[in-house]
């Protein structure tokens, strides 16, 4: 049996020390969570026997994490960004609020800021062959009603599963636009049919997820924020139906609901009214969001942003 030390008077009383409740200095919210996570994995440190070259090999872990710019990708591949969504749902669930189109994580790679287009916008920069996506819906209130200036913030990654900014071949805000509805609620783009993406194998959040047994694929996406005055932002993706991964992502942000259907379109007709010449795919896919009220508060997450220049 391990040596159980972390329940000791003097290990609770160097706690309290070590995170601060003995002064009066600092945040006391900061302390409390500290104080609640240390005590945790002091205790995990026991119950599970965890050896000093763990603890150090965990240490150099976070070092290689944080160089990598990789902490926000592993907060998703091991469901910690899938699990705020589920509180958030709980939380809704239990006040009674409608919440509309379902949420769904954010993922680490928004860049804010993206042009601004009235009504449509295209996407692509036209510099990536892939096959033609238009896509088009109406962003709603919970009765159904279209809402004028919500803004559709769209973005997502090309057919090597690479997004712009982060990836520095690429044109700055390519495959990322803000769409802003008018009074009929409608937005549409064309855009290419994106491919899913893998964690970088030599990157440090699959060296994890190989330790766990597990890949670090993500099926093909769009994400979206959609957001309008008066209600409460949504934060959202699409995935594309047929993908290999659709109900195996590693990042846990399928749900059943933003799935829409993948239409060929081959009719000239089709083509033409969209100004192409040749066959396109079709999604079709309405936002429902939810109206600010008394119980209601805005959806919005607080975290560091990349902005590009």
Not at 18 to 35: C, E, F, M, V, Y
Not at 114 to 140: F, Q, W
Request: one cysteine or more; aromatic letters at 8%; charged letters at 25%.
């Amino acid at each position: 049996m391990s040596t159980q030390i972390a329940d000791t008077a003097d290990v609770r009383e160097f706690l309290k020390i070590a995170t601060g409740l003995t002064n009066d200095q600092g945040s006391p919210r900061a302390k409390q969570i500290a104080h609640r996570l240390l005590t945790d994995l002091f205790k995990a440190i026991d119950d599970l026997d965890i050896t000093p070259d763990e603890i150090w090999s965990g240490v150099a872990y976070l070092n290689d994490l944080g160089a990598a710019g990789e902490a926000g990708l592993l907060a998703a591949g091991i469901g910690l960004e899938h699990y705020l969504d589920l509180r958030m749902d709980a939380a809704d669930a239990a006040a009674g609020i409608a919440t509309g189109t379902s949420r769904t994580i954010e993922g680490p790679l928004y860049v804010g800021g993206a042009p601004l287009s009235a009504g449509s916008a295209r996407l692509d920069d036209g510099t990536d062959h892939g096959r033609t996506l238009i896509m088009h819906g109406i962003v709603r209130d919970l009765a159904g009603k279209p809402v004028a200036n919500a803004i559709v913030d769209v973005w997502h990654a090309n057919t090597l599963g690479m997004y712009s900014f982060f990836d520095k071949s690429q044109s700055p805000y390519n495959l990322r636009r803000r769409i802003r509805t008018g009074a009929d609620g409608r937005y549409e783009f064309r855009s290419i049919l994106p491919v899913g993406y893998g964690c970088p194998p030599d990157g440090p959040t699959q060296q994890l997820l190989d330790q766990i047994g597990r890949h670090g694929q993500r099926p093909a996406h769009i994400h979206f924020f959609v957001s309008a005055p008066g209600h409460r932002q949504l934060t959202t993706q699409i995935n594309i139906a047929g993908d290999a991964y659709l109900h195996d992502d590693f990042a846990f942000a399928t749900r059943d609901d933003l799935i829409p259907d993948v239409v060929e379109r081959r009719d000239a007709a089709a083509i033409q009214a969209h100004g192409l010449n040749e066959p396109f795919v079709e999604i079709a896919f309405d936002f429902a969001i939810a109206p600010l009220g008394e119980n209601v508060t805005d959806d919005v997450v607080q975290r560091r942003r990349v902005e590009a220049a």
